[in-house]
DNA sequence: TCAATCTTGATGCATACGCATCGATCTGAT
DNA sequence: ATCAGATCGATGCGTATGCATCAAGATTGA
């Protein structure tokens, strides 16, 4: 097992974070010229309403890969907007349920648009359906294992 | 020009972020293990050091691709540490130059097998090399306009 | 020449993050 | 039943980041 990457692996990690922090940081200003909150909020939100129901927020925490006190915190912020509500949760006294609420539900609405126009413009108008696909499948194998 | 991105875009854009996020969090956790300084201690390093010569913050601004105020900070950091020295630029009277010292040379030769390693566990052991050429071609479409 | 504007870099302030720790609860072994 | 250890979520504290602004020097144009 080599300890030396190759040259084409070390490439390939400069530019992941190099792209990968040019594309958020323009998605995120195009966010915030729209008045609209931060993607971390977008994200949590989303999980919640694919979910389908209320999570915990150590579910949260693996889905978003977010450290727990993030987590805590992302949703106190959350939480105070409206956007989510805390339950507790009757299988578990330590723990609790996050759940969307209809003004979260709405913000999900109202961001997409924007959103959906930034991804366009900072990684779609960039590559083809093809070369995205086949990013897409490379950036997977990333995240497994 | 649409401004729905494809399924394949919206795809490629949430892997970005997130294998970029794991990756990240995992090497820096590596280089803290190992009492190392954090990543951007050493992309900076490494940019004086290929520069062959001092740089301004401006043009560090530009290669490490963060804020200007990101910068001055950073440089701040590295210099209460010694790894870099500030000199003032005769050209420009705003400005100043930023030189990497023999301790900042020091640094990164000390970081780099750490940081190698790290590559290697948290990239290289997932892809061949052949797709991380592929990886790094199509993120460096990213990066180009 | 000199005033208006732009560029460079620093900084005060509010917010977010990393780290360690805590209290509360659950789990499992005896 | 009980107790040690693990898990869940919150929080205090130090540090890093984003935002706005500022001072100083460069540049432009009349």
């Known amino acids: 097992m080599p300890i030396h990457p190759s040259d084409e692996v070390v490439a390939a990690w400069a530019r992941l974070i190099k792209a990968s922090r040019l594309a958020l940081a323009a998605v995120e200003a195009d966010l915030k010229k729209a008045g609209l909150p931060p ?24 889905r978003l890969l977010l450290a727990q006190h ?42 997409w648009p924007t959103y959906r126009a930034a991804i366009h413009r900072h990684v779609g108008a960039k590559l083809g359906d093809e070369q995205a696909a086949t990013l897409a499948r490379l950036l997977q194998r990333l995240l497994q294992s």
């Open 39 to 62: 993607l971390g909020w977008y994200d949590a939100l989303l999980e919640l309403r694919r979910a389908a129901g209320p999570l915990r927020p150590v579910e949260l925490e693996g």
């Open 70 to 111: 993030n987590v805590s915190r992302l949703v106190d912020r959350l939480e105070a907007q409206g956007y989510v509500a805390r339950q507790p949760c009757e299988e578990d006294g330590r723990g609790q349920l996050v759940e969307l609420t209809d003004s979260g539900r709405d913000l999900l609405r109202r961001m």
